[in-house]
């Protein structure tokens, strides 16, 4: 790592905001990890389960715009301890009132897209303690915190298999309340922080095509990763009969991949740039998922191609987000609201449409099929975007 980034910026804050987003995200996949325990217990079928499992990620995306609103308001520490709170006490709640019906488990849902939020709060927190030539570097790291993911794929089929899965949304309290305390005595607020938004300052935002693309470039990268990290321990389950701890640890193995190559993808936009990099990555993902959705005959087949979409994903994540500060400097916390949003949007859409598809078809392919299509589309929108943003910088 560049000597220069460790004295740039406050090392401690990056810590609390990867810390803080990591046990975030841990929580708000919850229900993928458990949906083959819940499913069991509440006689779910696959249409059912794909949508409580994508209900999180869809909460999670409309509380974004207003975390980061808020955030542009109050200062991303505040707001940081406001949400985890709340997610605290309600899942303290939810042990206690041990809710057993389907519809009962959206109240759940809900609580848990409050942790999905974290995004919007964590990355304007590491952003905003390091100039423009590290942010891509930065915001790989704090955004690495979405390894929480994998950490939730990893223990939670093999503690509700102990337990039961109510219990485990319990225990899911305790890392939330050490990262709590860490983050009071780590994370710093900045010392500045952009004035309070108003509805006129919204308009030339959603006005912009920038705002737009970055936008949908992040409904796909990390659409996909979130939406495969909710899914995925489902998907082995289903269709190779993995047991729910096997197919947890290999979703974790995966998101762990994809989580942990995020900063390289931040680095690599900041050394070629952020629309080249996508071009590439778009390209490979959409021949990756394109492959994926013929219905690989091997569990082993299955998971290198897994493994090496999350890869792909997870270095898109980190060289959009580069973008973010860059298009947009003056509204980086309005942006990582609308783009986290848009972000959990296409993860609701993956996680839901590849239980659609089982429950519709008896086949996932037609949901990784149509993932991959949208992969290609992305390659070529990305392609515009660049030449057209290098023709105006010059």
């Not at 458990?34 to 389960?49: T, Y």
């Not at 990620?57 to 308001?73: E, K, P, S, T, Y």
């Not at 809900?110 to 590290?134: E, H």
């Not at 998101?255 to 778009?282: E, H, N």
């Amino acid at each position: 790592m560049d000597k220069g980034f460790l004295k740039a910026g406050h090392a401690p804050t990056l810590l609390a905001a990867f810390l803080y987003f990591d046990v975030s995200f841990m929580v708000w996949v919850l229900l993928g990890p458990l949906g083959i325990s819940i499913a069991h217990d509440l006689h779910l079928n696959a249409g059912q389960k794909g949508l409580l499992v994508a209900t999180p990620v869809l909460a999670g995306a409309g509380l974004r715009v207003i975390a980061g609103a808020l955030v542009d308001v109050f200062g991303p520490r505040r707001v940081a301890i406001a949400a985890q709170v709340s997610v605290i006490l309600g899942l303290w709640l939810t042990w206690l009132l041990a809710p057993h019906s389907y519809l009962s488990m959206f109240w759940v849902a809900l609580v848990l897209g409050i942790a999905g939020a974290s995004f919007a709060v964590a990355l304007p927190l590491a952003s905003v303690w390091y100039p423009p030539r590290y942010q891509g570097t930065a915001l790989g790291i704090a955004g690495a915190g979405n390894s929480g993911t994998a950490l939730a794929s990893l223990f939670a089929p093999g503690l509700a298999a102990m337990v039961g899965w109510l219990n485990v949304l319990g225990l899911a309290t305790l890392p939330l309340i050490a990262v709590l305390i860490a983050f009071l005595c780590l994370a710093r607020e900045p010392a500045s922080r952009p004035s309070m938004p108003s509805l006129s300052s919204w308009g030339p935002i959603l006005k912009s095509g920038g705002c737009w693309a970055l936008m949908f470039f992040y409904s796909v990268t990390f659409g996909g990763f979130v939406g495969l990290a909710a899914f995925l321990t489902i998907y082995f389950n289903d269709q190779y009969h993995l047991a729910p701890a096997t197919a947890g640890a290999c979703t974790a193995f995966v998101v762990f991949a994809g989580s942990f190559i995020r900063p390289v993808g931040g680095a690599l936009a900041d050394r070629i740039g952020g629309t080249k990099a996508l071009m590439l990555i778009y390209g490979v993902a959409g021949l990756i998922f394109l492959l994926i959705s013929t219905g690989l005959p091997s569990v082993f087949l299955a998971f290198g191609a897994f493994f090496l979409g999350m890869v792909t994903l997870g270095l898109g994540n980190g060289a959009v987000f580069q973008l973010v500060p860059i298009r947009f400097p003056q509204q980086v916390g309005i942006l990582t609201g609308l783009v986290g949003m848009a972000g959990g949007v296409g993860g609701f859409y993956l996680a839901s449409s590849l239980g659609a598809a089982r429950q519709t078809t008896g086949s996932y392919g037609p949901g990784f099929f149509i993932f991959a299509l949208v992969c290609f589309i992305a390659c070529g929108c990305v392609t515009g975007c660049h030449a057209r943003w290098t023709e105006r910088a010059q």
